[in-house]
């Protein structure tokens, strides 16, 4: 059983930074694409970036791109979304997700493992 634990949301002021981390567990990620998400009120989820966790090839939304790093820590089994330069607009709720996949979707529905999400609050 996949479980996906997300933790270091909070309020920041425009232009701070914060860094995410989304545990993961129950498996051997070595095979698996491992995404970001967010959802805003009223808004679908959408795509933030992905790696995959055997090469770290990275995949970024055109929206955070030179803002965020998405990267991954093997010894301790976490994924990390350092997040630069924020803006309002990156206000959500942001989601790790996971598939057992050599394929790297950006399709939120693609993939079968979320976690329980964690509140990023972007000042003006």
């Known amino acids: 059983q996949v479980q996906l634990v997300e933790s270091g949301g909070g309020l920041v002021q425009a232009g701070g930074s914060l860094r995410l981390s989304c545990a993961a567990s129950?498996?051997?990620?070595?095979?698996?694409?491992m995404g970001w998400f967010r959802q805003a009120p009223g808004k679908e989820r959408e795509f933030v970036a992905v790696?995959?966790?055997?090469?770290?090839?990275?995949y970024y939304a055109d929206s955070v791109k030179g803002r965020f790093t998405i990267s991954r820590d093997n010894a301790k089994n976490t994924v990390l979304l350092q997040m630069n330069s924020l803006k309002p607009e990156d206000t959500a709720v942001y989601y790790c997700?996971?598939?057992?996949?050599?394929?790297?979707?950006?399709?939120?529905?693609?993939?079968?493992?979320w976690g329980q999400g964690t509140q990023v609050t972007v000042s003006s």
């Open positions: 129950g498996r051997t990620f070595s095979s698996y694409a």
């Open positions: 997700a996971a598939r057992d996949s050599a394929v790297v979707i950006t399709s939120a529905g693609w993939y079968d493992n």
């Open positions: 790696i995959r966790w055997s090469t770290g090839r990275t």
